[in-house]
């Protein structure tokens, strides 16, 4: 089944603390992209990635990093994560850039 | 700045009625336009999209409507059905500097009612 798979679903962790938040897409896409949502604000783009090594910031870049080592995986890491990021992240992936995007079910992430 | 705005954070409509939701856009560069609908604890999923040389596209119960003098979009689905109760997200891409960026608008709420 063609899919995009975030781990973990739900995260609870405090100031400071670094965590990493997986994704993994099985449809050999080209581009990857983290967003997280809040209420009000829509979806807001943090990272993408055009190709493997290849990554650039959105429109919300700060405090967060990405790598891209493989096609198939774009982890979003927190090196020290503030109350303000607390929020609902979602992956996506698509085939090009501007193509539809296939989105994870979410991580919901709460900075204590 | 907010380049993709979608102005009604909800909207209700009776089952078998047309629903109409709006989005308008400041940057004539933008290149596709898509709308995403998405259910409570799921991820959003592609619905339809439009390209900015086109004016129209349809499939099956949803047409988007492109009005490129005005920057706007809005997409129709006719007949609503209660299963299309969902925050209703439109979307549009931006190459910028060679790279393509996902610009989101903030969303609306469709409830359909029996």
């Known amino acids: 089944e063609a899919q995009v798979t975030q781990n973990p679903r739900y995260l609870i962790t405090v100031t400071g603390k670094k965590l990493t938040v997986t994704c993994s897409q099985n449809m050999n896409h080209e581009y990857m992209s983290w967003y997280r949502q809040d209420p009000g604000l829509g979806l807001r783009q943090i990272y993408y990635s055009m190709n493997v090594e290849v990554t650039d910031k959105g429109d919300v870049p700060e405090g967060y990093k990405v790598s891209r080592k493989e096609k198939r995986n774009f982890p979003l890491i927190l090196e020290s994560p503030s109350p303000n990021q607390t929020s609902l992240y979602f992956c996506?992936?698509?085939?090009?850039?501007?193509?539809?995007?296939?989105f994870g079910p979410g991580t919901r992430l709460t900075v204590l | 700045d907010q380049q993709v705005k979608q102005n009604s954070p909800s909207l209700s409509v009776q089952e078998g009625r047309i629903s109409i939701l709006n989005c308008d856009y400041t940057?004539?560069?933008?290149?596709?336009f898509l709308w995403y609908k998405k259910y409570p604890a799921e991820g959003p999923t592609f619905l339809i999209s439009?390209?900015?040389?086109?004016d129209k596209n349809e499939d099956g119960r949803f047409t988007v409507f492109l009005n490129k003098s005005a920057k706007h979009l809005s997409l129709h689905i006719v007949p609503s059905q209660p299963g299309d109760s969902a925050v209703y997200f439109c979307?549009?891409?931006?190459?910028?500097?060679?790279?393509?960026?996902?610009?989101f608008g903030t969303g609306t709420r469709l409830k359909v009612l029996a």
């Open positions: 439009i390209s900015s040389i086109k």
């Open positions: 940057n004539s560069m933008f290149d596709y």
């Open positions: 996506a992936s698509s085939l090009m850039t501007y193509n539809e995007q296939f």
């Open positions: 979307a549009a891409t931006l190459l910028d500097s060679g790279t393509y960026k996902y610009i």
